[in-house]
């Protein structure tokens, strides 16, 4: 369970009702359990998960502008897998082994391979 002192440290000298605080206790509970077996270092789980929790409740941001950056952020995504496949059909048709490519992108050989239809 969350408690007030560790509310009270992350939110430092900023003013909350009773009702947010246990909101964000609440949330804080939730994405705990989400992120149960996570790493501790993942800064999904350790920070960017109860922040964006903490800001929706505060007014801050709003779960609309959050799904928007996520849709964004997901389209850019494809944007940037489409070409990279672009680029490692062009690498192989050039003579460029898949192991290279793999060097080359940072990306797993099966990734490779799949970009290139295998």
Do not use: F, N, S
Not at 67 to 89: D, F, H, K, N, S
Request: charged share 25%.
């Amino acid at each position: 369970m969350i408690q007030d002192h560790e509310i009270d440290a992350y939110l430092d000298d900023i003013e909350v009702t009773d009702e947010q605080r246990q909101q964000i206790r609440t949330a804080w509970e939730t994405i705990a359990a989400r992120y149960a077996d996570a790493d501790p270092q993942d800064p999904d789980a350790v920070t960017l998960a109860p922040a964006a929790a903490v800001q929706v409740i505060l007014g801050d941001t709003t779960l609309d502008d959050l799904g928007c950056a996520y849709l964004a952020a997901r389209r850019m995504q494809r944007e940037a897998m489409a070409a990279l496949t672009g680029g490692i059909a062009a690498a192989a048709a050039q003579g460029m082994r898949e192991t290279a490519i793999t060097d080359a992108t940072g990306v797993t050989r099966m990734t490779v391979r799949k970009a290139l239809g295998k």
